[in-house]
């Protein structure tokens, strides 16, 4: 449960600032300099803190009044920093402190900018739970976030009737990278952004969605703030934006990597105790865990992916339904897609001809350490399953389960209902 409270001014006083845990001073500092007219702002406070056992792994969520820039056409909005993503304490209460060199806890705050309503005299708090819900994922999860990230959420993130149902993550226009006695701590801003516009970075990339939002005025400018009675798209607003997606698409592809979801593997073309296998697959003599190496190389690839031009890739983020024609963009253009499962430890990669570090080879399509499977798919059976698949890609909700195979391939995908997964293969 959260409570609302100002901090102390001590905070800002210098002759309590050392009772003060200094990553939690790091980033008070770099508030007080963007705010110097408001040290005791108000703030959402874990009533119980996650290192003592309460649910919310956010111990503060300070809310400013900003007055935006006039100049520059940019609205007065309310403008909200989370504390405890990144080690406050350095003691091992809630982060592994590493040193000074290295990222503080998981590297980074979230922010989020809503645009103040008129009649508005206190800022809006479900701001705050939506940063935590944010925060638990990362904690459960492992998964840190960049900016160009993409998170499908499904539903209007104020629980409203708004259009503003995903979110994508930059970094915060204002507040700069802070280097506390734990490490680097960067400020990652959450973008509200419609269905539409979730679609086309997933199917483009983020940056570029994030750009194009901040050529239209309506859909959050400059710094990108949330207007959660935005009832266009930009889509609506410019039609000729969608021409630039397009022309994205078709020239550089996706650079989603891929997807947390709930998922499992099998292989059924022999029984587990044939001995006499020679099968690339073998389940029954592989560790039931991925091994540290393997977590981490899949963690990097989906984070940036494998080498393969230089341009970053973004980590794996959804909470709920997915679209399921996402590998199309990578594999036509030669990368890689890997669904991680959000229940275990299981991992499925597809990777096209070419990739570096995969160990799919022609020899063996498929092929497996431990519960990390990955499929090796030609173009010409990339161009088919996209041909077979086509019918997921409807607007409509798809009626599971859903059954495709490709039996001169061996391969067969099953999509199946959350329920199904209760008791998912392992």
Known sequence: MDDIMRPSSGASGLGLASVFPPGLQAIYGECRRLYQDQPNPLQVTAIVKYWLGGPDPLDYISMYRNLGCPAQEIQEHWHYVSFGLSDLY???????????????????????????????????TWPAELMQGLARYVFQSENTFCSGDHIS????????ESRIQHMLLTEDPQLQPVQTPFGLVTFLQIVGVCTEELQAAQ???????????RSVHMAGGPWLITDMRRGETIFDIDPHLQERVDKGIESEGSNLSGVSAKCAWDDLSHPPEDEDDSRSICIGSQPRRL???????????????LELNGKAVLPPISSQRQNHDRPQGRLLHGRHFTYKSITGDTAITFVSMGVEGAFATEEHPYAAHGPWLQVLLTEELVEQMLDDLQDLTAREEPILPKE????????????????????PLQ
Do not use: C, M
């Open 90 to 124: 350095g003691d091992n209460r809630v982060h592994e402190f590493t040193g000074p060199d290295g990222p503080s806890g998981f590297g980074f705050e979230l922010t989020f900018r809503l645009k103040r309503e008129p009649d508005e005299t206190a800022p809006p």
């Open 404 to 423: 495709y195979s490709w039996p001169d391939k061996k391969l067969k995908i099953s999509i199946l209902p959350d329920g199904a997964f209760d008791s």
């Open 153 to 160: 959420w499904h539903s209007p993130l104020d629980n409203s």
């Open 291 to 305: 091994s540290d190496k393997d977590t981490e190389q899949i963690r990097e690839a989906l984070r940036r992916g």
């Open 203 to 213: 199917q483009w990339n983020g940056q570029g969605v994030l750009d194009l939002l």
